[in-house]
């Protein structure tokens, strides 16, 4: 499986921004997608994430309200639409996938060493 994220770039503070991850290969091994990003200097912080259905999510409280994950698995694509961006919110945003499983604990998704896929990462830059 291959991930491309594409959509970064700058934005303006309280404007908004929509990454894409694209899923190409062996994508019928995609289970659950998620959303981290990472500051220089900073760990992996996670974002969001998405179940294979598209009904479940889960939010980190940073973005939780700003921030919305969904999915159309008929592109095999993941999305992140970022609403009211701040300039704190700037980092590298990677896209995440791991193969289907099920983990009724719900933090087990907010953990990068839970995901077997990874893309590349794109930058997003807010500026004030």
């Known amino acids: 499986v291959q991930l491309q994220a594409s959509g970064g770039g700058i934005g303006e503070a309280g404007g908004s921004l929509r990454l894409s991850c694209a899923a190409s290969g062996r994508t019928f091994n995609i289970g659950t997608m998620g959303w981290f990003r990472q500051a220089p200097g900073k760990e992996r912080d996670f974002l969001a994430y998405?179940?294979?259905?598209?009904?479940?999510?889960y939010y980190a409280d940073i973005v939780k309200g700003r921030f919305t994950i969904s999915r159309d698995n008929a592109k095999n694509t993941v999305y992140l639409q970022m609403n009211s961006p701040k300039p704190e919110d700037t980092a590298v945003y990677y896209c995440?996938?791991?193969?289907?499983?099920?983990?009724?604990?719900?933090?087990?998704?907010?953990?990068?060493?839970?995901?077997?896929?990874w893309g590349q990462g794109t930058q997003v830059t807010v500026s004030s």
């Open positions: 995440a996938a791991r193969s289907p499983t099920y983990s009724s604990d719900s933090s087990y998704y907010t953990r990068p060493s839970s995901y077997n896929y």
């Open positions: 998405i179940r294979w259905s598209g009904v479940s999510t």
